[in-house]
């Protein structure tokens, strides 16, 4: 596989990044996933527009390549021959020589990284026709979770819990009210609304909710953006997430109370078809 690395097109195993790092040593990164169907990116632009926010946010200079991102997508997509799939572009603050807490001078350049994973299959989901199982667990993460970071610690905890439980994801619970999944924003359907978090410090603000949400307003269906708890999440006419990587996935199970019969409900499969359709037709 070739992997993009400041200004490079190079074979994975040649990439090499700094042991002093701000990426490796603090986390002091951010990082978005573009998926690729029928070798076309799905929503650049949302990506490019959060990925710009959470570099503001975080005071973090943006990569000289920054205008170049979407021909670095493109170059990759080719390289790889990737069909459908996902592109990983992470950036950190680059590598000042040392470790210190403090950010490094103006001018420490940005560490740029790009590369692909080929995922045939991404639209088939075998997830999204059976329906995904998840399991709750505390939300411990800290407290800008709008900001698209790479600490992943916690999320990938959770999802070794869900593993361990026999699930496939974990929905993360704070102050009882469910916040997101842990890679995910979370949806339940009742007496025909859409209900789903509205957009805080809270949750990251996805760019395929704001697709779905769109395309759901669309085509009339009605949507309350607030918080739901756990317990009407179990006693939900349906559920589902969304993500770059899942498009809609349908969940039908919830610590084991099962939704919509356990199987994919009609809300779910209808939006995940919407979605995948718009989004093509919107492909770049
Ligand atoms: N919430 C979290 C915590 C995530 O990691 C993700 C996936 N990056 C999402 C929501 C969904 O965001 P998007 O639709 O932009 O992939």
Same mark, same amino acid.
Request: with cysteine.
């Given at each position: 596989?070739?992997?993009?690395?400041? &200004?490079?097109?190079?074979?994975?195993?040649? =990439?090499?990044v700094s042991v002093f790092d701000r990426g490796f040593l603090m986390a +002091?990164?951010?990082?978005?996933?573009?998926?690729?169907?029928?070798?076309?990116?799905?929503?650049? +632009? &949302?990506?490019?527009?959060?990925?710009?926010?959470?570099?503001?946010?975080?005071?973090?200079?943006?990569?000289?390549?920054?205008?170049?991102?979407?021909?670095?997508?493109r170059e990759l997509v080719a390289r790889n021959e990737i069909d459908e799939?996902?592109?990983?572009?992470?950036?950190?603050?680059?590598?000042?020589?040392?470790? +210190?807490?403090?950010?490094?001078?103006?001018?420490?350049?940005?560490?740029?990284?790009?590369?692909?994973?080929?995922?045939?299959?991404? *639209? =088939?989901?075998?997830?999204?026709?059976?329906?995904?199982?998840?399991?709750?667990?505390?939300?411990?993460?800290?407290?800008?979770?709008?900001?698209?970071?790479?600490?992943?610690?916690?999320?990938?905890?959770?999802?070794?819990?869900?593993?361990? *439980?026999?699930?496939?994801?974990?929905?993360?619970?704070?102050?009882?009210?469910?916040?997101? #999944?842990?890679?995910?924003? =979370?949806?339940?359907?009742? +007496?025909?609304?859409?209900?789903?978090?509205?957009?805080?410090?809270?949750?990251?603000? &996805?760019?395929?909710?704001? =697709?779905?949400?769109?395309?759901?307003?669309?085509?009339?269906?009605?949507?309350?953006?607030?918080?739901?708890?756990?317990?009407?999440?179990?006693?939900?006419?349906?559920?589902?997430?969304?993500?770059?990587?899942?498009?809609?996935?349908?969940?039908?199970?919830?610590? #084991?109370?099962?939704?919509?019969?356990?199987?994919? &409900?009609?809300?779910?499969?209808?939006?995940?078809?919407?979605?995948?359709?718009?989004?093509?037709?919107?492909?770049?």
């Open positions: 596989r070739t992997v993009y690395l400041n &200004g490079d097109y190079l074979p994975e195993d040649e =990439a090499k +002091d990164g951010v990082y978005e996933v573009t998926s690729v169907l029928g070798g076309k990116l799905i929503d650049f +632009d &949302g990506h490019l527009v959060r990925l710009r926010r959470s570099l503001s946010e975080l005071d973090m200079q943006e990569p000289a390549a920054m205008g170049d991102l979407l021909e670095i997508h799939g996902l592109i990983y572009l992470q950036v950190t603050r680059g590598n000042p020589g040392d470790r +210190d807490f403090h950010y490094p001078p103006e001018g420490t350049a940005p560490t740029l990284v790009v590369f692909t994973q080929a995922k045939p299959g991404l *639209a =088939a989901s075998p997830l999204a026709q059976r329906g995904a199982r998840v399991i709750s667990v505390p939300d411990m993460r800290w407290g800008r979770r709008d900001i698209k970071t790479v600490q992943l610690l916690y999320p990938s905890m959770a999802k070794m819990m869900a593993q361990k *439980a026999g699930a496939d994801d974990a929905w993360l619970v704070q102050d009882g009210l469910v916040t997101e #999944g842990t890679s995910n924003n =979370a949806y339940i359907v009742k +007496d025909g609304r859409i209900i789903t978090r509205a957009l805080s410090n809270d949750i990251l603000h &996805g760019i395929t909710r704001a =697709a779905v949400l769109r395309f759901a307003r669309e085509a009339q269906m009605e949507i309350e953006e607030r918080s739901f708890t756990l317990d009407e999440a179990k006693d939900a006419d349906e559920a589902f997430f969304t993500s770059a990587s899942g498009f809609v996935t349908p969940v039908v199970e919830i610590d #084991g109370c099962k939704l919509s019969g356990g199987t994919p &409900g009609a809300v779910a499969t209808r939006l995940r078809e919407i979605y995948i359709d718009e989004s093509l037709k919107r492909a770049t």
